[in-house]
């Protein structure tokens, strides 16, 4: 046989327990003694009692701030919960969920088992909810309509929201057949093709709103193919219908100002959106209007038309550059003309004959030295004003 730990039977024990439906689900009856909260935490922890046993029991601060009442010593109460084992001290205690005073009777247990029930079957599972819709078309009331709930809804909605239709319903919202009339209601409201249906009716006893604490009308509500607000109007305590509604309100006209959205805000959205789509379009206007004008301007500058303006006005500014040039260059090819003729003409044997110089020929041959001639000879002269002719009679 093997050895074990103490923690290892503990936790033997402890499973078992959990694994035992009947000790997971369990209703306990008795008698509160030795009752504490501690004052930090907010847990509970007390004994239960009969003549003959007791069993110790906790309840932690989660649970126990749901509680409507104040437990005592000596009060005698049915408590949900579940057995399990504290392993550390290896005692078996009951994990309590909820504490009913006997007083409260067996309705008040039934009650409590239904909801256990259904919230198993995740009628009140919060994954099922549905968002209200922003502005319905039309919208549903399941009530009595020779009540105030109704007279409420149509003064909420006539007030926010005069652009939605109504479809109220007539149903029994008390008595024998009002669970049959509320389930009857709603599926006639879902047929009619509302977008959200409110279920409700005005405050009273825990009696009067017994059908809207039955598994029938809280699986017509968890059923509905569109939203369903709860309206049973008490704020204390949650019907079965409020936990398998959608969304719950206290009361009718509560509901109403839920589904409806108020036609002052609705119309100044209206007029933001219509200045934000304005300033939208005027701005979109701008950039289009300054890519217009961009892109006029390339095409324009990448036309034949402007091309050939472009060329033209070269053309144009190359001619005169052109003209330009050759002026300067006349200009400077006649200065130099200027200065060689006056160079030349400064060098002109007729120049230097002005000053009183002459020209002797012999023949046609210019005379440079005077052996080229000799005595006898006959020379011509040529003067700046005309020549004479004569004769060498002696040389050196």
């Not at 930090?40 to 509680?67: N, P, Q, T």
Request: charged share 25%.
């Amino acid at each position: 046989m093997p050895i074990v730990t103490v923690t290892q039977v503990n936790k033997y024990i402890g499973s078992k327990l959990k694994g035992d439906r009947i000790l997971q689900g369990i209703m306990v009856k008795g008698e509160i003694s030795n009752f504490t909260r501690h004052f930090k935490s907010g847990h509970c922890y007390f004994s239960l009692k009969d003549a003959e046993s007791s069993l110790k029991a906790v309840m932690f601060a989660s649970a126990a701030s749901r509680l409507k009442f104040a437990p005592e010593d000596g009060m005698s109460v049915v408590v949900s919960g579940s057995i399990s084992v504290y392993e550390r001290d290896g005692v078996y205690q009951l994990y309590a969920n909820d504490i009913i005073p006997e007083g409260a009777g067996k309705a008040s247990i039934a009650l409590e088992q239904l909801k256990k029930k259904l919230e198993k079957d995740g009628i009140f599972s919060q994954e099922h909810k549905r968002p209200l819709p922003y502005m319905p078309k039309k919208i549903g009331a399941v009530t009595s309509l020779s009540g105030a709930a109704v007279r409420d809804i149509i003064n909420v909605l006539t007030r926010r929201y005069p652009l939605c239709e109504l479809y109220a319903v007539n149903a029994l919202v008390q008595g024998e057949g009002a669970p049959e009339s509320i389930c009857r209601g709603i599926l006639r409201a879902e047929n009619a093709g509302c977008d959200v249906i409110i279920v409700g009716r005005g405050g009273g006893s825990a009696e009067d709103l017994s059908a809207f604490n039955t598994e029938q009308v809280a699986r017509a509500v968890y059923g509905c193919k569109v939203p369903v607000i709860s309206a049973v109007g008490h704020e204390v305590d949650f019907t079965i219908t409020d936990l398998a509604a959608d969304m719950r309100a206290p009361t009718p006209s509560a509901a109403a100002e839920l589904v409806a959205p108020d036609i002052g805000t609705i119309k100044n959205n209206i007029s933001q959106y219509m200045n934000r789509a304005e300033k939208a379009v005027n701005t979109a206007f701008e950039r289009a209007s300054d890519r217009y004008g961009v892109l006029s301007s390339r095409l324009a500058a990448q036309s034949p038309e402007n091309k050939l303006k472009l060329m033209s006005e070269k053309v144009e500014n190359a001619g005169k550059r052109l003209d330009s040039a050759f002026e300067r260059y006349t200009e400077k090819r006649s200065a130099e003309l200027s200065e060689r003729i006056a160079r030349l003409d400064s060098l002109s044997p007729l120049k230097v004959m002005s000053r009183g110089y002459s020209l002797v020929y012999s023949g046609d041959e210019l005379v440079r030295s005077s052996d080229s001639i000799n005595e006898g000879d006959t020379v011509s002269l040529r003067f700046d004003n005309g020549g004479a002719e004569a004769k060498i009679v002696k040389k050196w």
